[in-house]
């Protein structure tokens, strides 16, 4: 229904990325034989805004899973609360001690934002993951098979694409009491709203694929419908895939930030999970101190901001790198 | 004072300045073109020709395109120097050009009526109902039935060849001195473009207008042009009438075009004889003569200096060293193609 | 053509119920009771709490409360508020202009703003504008839109009070009903929510005119001797247009279904604002009526929005092939 729209931002996208350099022929260079990988891999070498962005994601990536270890030590944890220091730390602007000052609990903000990232990225990465398992088994379906298949999917993709996006978000997630809420639906929230699109996205692949003439001779060879699939459909539908998911990222990010801000994400557990902290619930936290001590909204939203930028420049670059035409 | 000729383009030169080197897309061209004359444009793709009729009616982007050289007059005004106003003013009313894919030179949104009549209202004057009127006539004079109904239609709905039909309407709309015509049938199938061929003819029996045919198709230039300039590597090899051309061709190049060309007249069965090797990158043009390494005659001058553009015989030119020297012809060839 | 308008509505009504089906499902297979939570701490007679559920009609089996809710919509009757008890009619026709007020404020920015940028992007490709119209799209895009809304609340609400001694300032909270006091309140409100839209307006704006140029008939546009301003308004622009008018029209569908994040930083009472509220709460006849009064506006202006496309690109809308020769 809106594929128009669709087709018209991915192109944007891939027009309007920073890292597309206008058109010029390639220089004459003797030409190695490389797999389709490893030249992909060279070609994301080269886009210096994709490298960046790379760099900054593994820094934070890095940062993340080894809080434990530099965090804790420096800055304390995110979640414990001295109540004897408490009263006398909280508020602090920035400095030696607390590079981002403290929260109105006496809490290193630093080392919340630092955590904060470990939920930031994993719901990020696993969300899109289930999206794109779903998403890939239906356009697979609906792709290959075609006819009532085909629809019935398709009409299942519409009815999940009409509901408003938070809202359904909302709606789902408001749902369970507030002690079963956490990680894990948001998850499962964000992966079930985000596989249409990546269903889409692969059906059309597959379509194109599948009345290539490659195909058509693994078929005159006897080949069945599965080897058919794995060996040869597969590999080439699943670049727009790449980029797409890549670029995912970054949204589901947002989504995770949105719902915590509105009360619905993660919450910390002091049994289960003591460390979690969410970024958009540190910006909904500091709302009430926008007057005295706007940093403890700043910074998480630059965390969010700097993270779902890298991601969305990465997978720009994938793009690139895999010189995938996202227009039909 | 000299009576002007229509058109005079003297070793004219474009290049365009790109990240990747210097694109020598037009390197040397001259011609001139009279009243009421057709001169066709040779050469194969990459050769230039269609970028430096572009050129003339500076359509070319500029950047990345420069005019790194040359003149070219019309009616005593150099095309290349005129204010952008004055160059716009000559634009589809005394200079016209078509191009080669009639599918996608047509806004898709606009009725045929509305584009055929956008250059008489734009150097005529013409208001609405004028131009509507006069788009009725010329659809009929390009030979589409049922013009004052097809007039408001739009152009997906007319087939390649009619659209061709209404892009040469559009483009005599205003009696233009010049139409210039690249590879107008090239995108067309075989009895289609013989039709938009004679079009053409008769159109200009009418108009007077010169033609400037650009092709790769050495039959079509047969039939239509007075006299021929063909071009290599952005550069024009050759130029002379259709009979010098065809049947006293100078340049080892022109030899090779004609050899090309399969027969339908031969008795025994042949190999066909292509030109060996493929043309150069503008980027890299080979010093001397941009033709040598592909040349069989070539030697060791061939490498060092660039052959001028010099008559050979009175109004022929070519521009190779040895071209015209009596013991200078072609090899007999064993493969099938034009006897010397 | 009514061929194409005949199939998008068909297409519309097993969406519209599959809708409203999921919808109902999720609010059937509640774990948390919402009459109890209406009762709140006090504890409740047995009694008085089965009346309550027969009088919701939670004691029936889902299908047949199906059924009734799909019966009483045919009417016109989205029931009861639990928390309130007041009628969600009345809630959800209180508080949709709102939403509605935010909405148009909102695309009016987007299509001033972003088709604006979009042109002079492309107009101007590689230079310092078209730079800094890539770079502060692509931020646009990847930022939190209730961090942007808290930033610009910041800015114009509390520290542009403070700079100029609590002359200026804008307001940050809620909406008044009156005239310019009102349209104070919709600016900042209205930014946020166009923000991250415009961003993918100006881009689909630059990319689609970037593409157009390169097309063979402007080449053609130019070869009349239109000049270059000609060219671009005449022939450029209408092609361009095209999926930019449809992104556009699809937006405010999606505006117009509430922008919670936005309606929530800004106290904006708006029906995203009721519905995330009421979900909060429990309050299902709210959440559904809402629900289902914000789908069927989405998918009304979706359906709109296709058709729109068919009038706009004339080969859509003459479908029929060529002439002979």
């Known amino acids: ?328 | 004072m000299a009576e002007h000729k229509l058109l005079e383009v003297t070793d004219l030169r474009m290049h365009f300045f790109t990240r990747d080197g210097v694109v020598k897309a037009v390197d040397g061209v001259s011609y001139d073109l009279d009243r009421g004359e057709t001169l066709g444009v040779v050469g194969e793709s990459g050769s230039g020709k269609s970028v430096s009729a572009m050129t003339l009616m500076r359509l070319i982007p500029m950047p990345p395109g420069k005019i790194v050289g040359g003149e070219a007059m019309f009616r005593g005004n150099s095309l290349l120097t005129m204010s952008d106003r004055d160059m716009r003013d000559i634009r589809g009313n005394e200079i016209a050009m078509i191009f080669q894919d009639p599918m996608t030179s047509l806004n898709p949104v606009y009725r045929i009526g509305k584009q055929l009549g956008e250059p008489l209202r734009l150097h005529k004057g013409m208001n609405k109902k004028q131009a509507q009127e006069r788009a009725v006539e010329l659809l009929d004079l390009v030979g589409i039935p049922h013009a004052s109904s097809r007039v408001k239609d739009y152009p997906h709905q007319f087939s390649g060849g009619m659209r061709q039909r209404v892009m040469i309407a559009m483009a005599l709309a205003n009696d233009p001195d010049i139409l210039i015509a690249d590879e107008p049938t090239t995108a067309l199938d075989v009895t289609i473009q013989a039709q938009i061929i004679e079009l053409m003819e008769e159109l200009q029996q009418r108009t007077g207008a010169a033609i400037i045919m650009i092709t790769h198709d050495l039959g079509v230039v047969a039939d239509m042009a007075d006299r021929i300039l063909v071009m290599y590597a952005g550069r024009a090899v050759e130029y002379g009438t259709v009979d010098e051309v065809f049947y006293r061709p100078m340049h080892p190049y022109t030899w090779g075009l004609m050899d090309s060309l399969p027969r339908h007249d031969m008795t025994e069965k042949g190999e066909l004889c292509p030109i060996k090797g493929q043309p150069p990158s503008l980027i890299h043009v080979p010093a001397g003569c941009s033709f040598h390494p592909r040349c069989p005659y070539a030697k060791e001058r061939c490498r060092i200096e660039e052959p001028p553009l010099r008559a050979v015989e009175g109004s022929h030119l070519a521009a190779c060293h040895f071209a015209g020297d009596s013991d200078f012809s072609r090899d007999e060839l064993e493969c099938a193609g034009v006897s010397a | 053509m009514l061929q194409y308008i005949g199939r998008r509505v068909l297409q519309f009504i097993p969406v519209f119920f599959g809708v409203t089906l999921i919808l109902f499902f999720i609010t059937t297979i509640l774990p948390g009771d919402p009459i109890k939570m209406r009762a709140g701490e006090k504890s409740m007679s047995p009694a008085v709490y089965q009346q309550l559920r027969h009088d919701y009609g939670f004691d029936q089996p889902w299908y047949k409360q199906y059924i009734n809710y799909l019966e009483a919509l045919a009417h016109g009757d989205l029931g009861t508020s639990i928390s309130t008890g007041r009628p969600v009619n009345e809630i959800i026709a209180e508080s949709y202009p709102y939403t509605v007020e935010l909405a148009f404020a909102a695309i009016v920015i987007e299509i001033i703003v972003g088709v604006g940028v979009g042109i002079v992007a492309a107009v101007k490709r590689y230079s310092v504008w078209d730079v800094m119209a890539t770079l502060s799209t692509s931020i646009l895009v990847a930022l939190p839109v209730f961090w942007l809304g808290i930033m610009l609340q910041y800015i114009f609400g509390i520290w542009l009070k403070g700079a100029t001694n609590g002359n200026f300032y804008l307001p940050v909270s809620g909406a008044s009903g009156d005239g310019f006091s009102s349209f104070a309140h919709l600016i900042l409100p209205a930014i946020t929510l166009a923000s991250v839209s415009t961003a993918y307006a100006a881009r689909i704006m630059r990319s689609q005119l970037l593409e157009v140029n390169n097309q063979d008939y402007i080449r053609t546009a130019h070869a009349k001797g239109l000049s270059p301003s000609g060219v671009l308004r005449k022939h450029a622009l209408k092609n361009a247009l095209i999926p930019v008018v449809t992104f556009i029209g699809l937006d405010l569908g999606a505006m117009l279904s509430g922008a919670v994040l936005t309606e929530t930083v800004f106290n904006w009472p708006g029906i995203g604002f009721t519905i995330a509220r009421a979900a909060f709460a429990l309050d299902y006849p709210v959440v559904f009526g809402g629900t289902v009064i914000v789908l069927f506006a989405v998918m009304f202006i979706n359906l709109l929005v296709d058709i729109s496309y068919a009038f706009l690109d004339p080969r859509i809308r003459y479908g029929g092939g060529s002439a002979g020769e």
Do not use: C
């Not at chain 1, 891939?14 to 990988?37: D, H, I, M, Y």
């Open chain 1, 1 to 328: 229904m809106s594929d128009v729209t669709d087709d018209a931002k991915l192109l944007s996208d891939a027009e309007n990325s920073p890292t597309t350099a206008p058109e010029t022929p390639e220089p004459l260079k003797p030409q190695v034989t490389r797999t389709l990988w490893g030249d992909a891999w060279y070609r994301l070498r080269r886009n210096k805004l994709a490298l960046v962005a790379l760099t900054w994601l593994l820094i934070v990536i890095v940062a993340a899973v080894t809080a434990d270890l530099w965090v804790i030590p420096l800055y304390g944890p995110p979640n414990y609360i001295n109540t004897q220091t408490a009263a006398a730390d909280r508020l602090e602007p920035p400095s030696i001690h607390h590079p981002m000052g403290t929260d109105d609990l006496g809490r290193d903000v630093f080392s919340r934002v630092v955590y904060g990232a470990r939920i930031s990225l994993t719901v990020g990465v696993a969300a899109v993951l289930v999206s794109v398992v779903i998403g890939l088994l239906l356009g697979a379906l609906s792709g290959y098979y075609g006819k009532f298949v085909d629809t019935t999917i398709m009409r299942i993709a519409d009815i999940f694409l009409a509901f408003p996006y938070i809202l359904f978000a909302i709606l789902l997630l408001s749902v369970l009491p507030p002690s079963e809420r956490g990680m894990f639906p948001v998850i499962v929230t964000i992966g079930v709203l985000g596989w249409p699109s990546i269903a889409r996205v692969f059906r059309s692949s597959i379509l194109s694929v599948k009345e290539a003439d490659y195909v058509e001779a693994g078929r005159a060879v006897g080949a069945s419908d599965a080897r058919l699939m794995a060996r040869h459909i597969l590999p080439n539908a699943v670049a727009p895939i790449i980029v797409y998911a890549t670029m995912s990222i970054g949204g589901a990010i947002l989504t995770e930030a949105a719902l915590s801000f509105l009360g619905l994400g993660v919450q910390a557990d002091p049994v289960k999970a003591p460390n979690a902290v969410s970024w958009g619930r540190m910006i909904s936290d500091g709302q009430n101190y926008l007057m005295s001590n706007p940093g403890l909204i700043v910074w998480p939203g630059l965390a969010i901001l700097t993270t779902v930028l890298a991601f969305t420049l990465l997978g720009d670059g994938v793009r690139d790198a895999l010189d995938v035409k996202m227009k039909d």
